[in-house]
Nanobody, 125 residues
Framework: RVRLEESGGGSVQTGGSLTLSCGSS????????MGWFREAPGKGREGVAG????????YYADSVKGRFTISVDNGANTVILQMNSLKPEDTAMYYC??????????????????WGQGTQVTVSS
């Protein structure tokens, strides 16, 4: 089965930056979409950003467009999420995920079964 390992979460002030990484193993990295969802208290799990690891097609939630950038390091089987201009509303547990779906469907967590353990991002005012 697919194994995912997130890193890079932490605490920053408003306007700061964090870089999240998700390393994968157990499958052919280039044949899957990978990306990030987040879950804040009182909210459902929502798509943040996704990428087709072999083609470059991407998805971004409207709330993060222009601030977050997702990319792939194929040599390291790793997906990277660069988060800039962070806001308090970005505070959430961020989960890496993989799926065979079209990356355009990354707004919907339903049906995804391959999840990382999550990494906490906290943005203070």
């Amino acid at each position: 089965r697919v194994r995912l390992e997130e890193s890079g979460g932490g605490s920053v002030q408003t306007g700061g930056s964090l870089t999240l990484s998700c390393g994968s193993s157990g499958y052919s990295f280039s044949r899957f979409c990978m990306g990030w969802f987040r879950e804040a208290p009182g909210k459902g799990r929502e798509g943040v950003a996704g990428i087709f690891t072999n083609g470059g097609a991407t998805y971004y939630a409207d709330s993060v467009k222009g601030r977050f950038t997702i990319s792939v390091d194929n040599g390291a089987n790793t997906v990277i999420l660069q988060m800039n201009s962070l806001k308090p509303e970005d505070t959430a547990m961020y989960y890496c995920a993989t799926d065979r779906r079209n990356v355009g469907a990354w707004n919907n967590p339903d049906g995804i079964v391959n999840w990382g353990q999550g990494t906490q991002v906290t943005v203070s005012s």
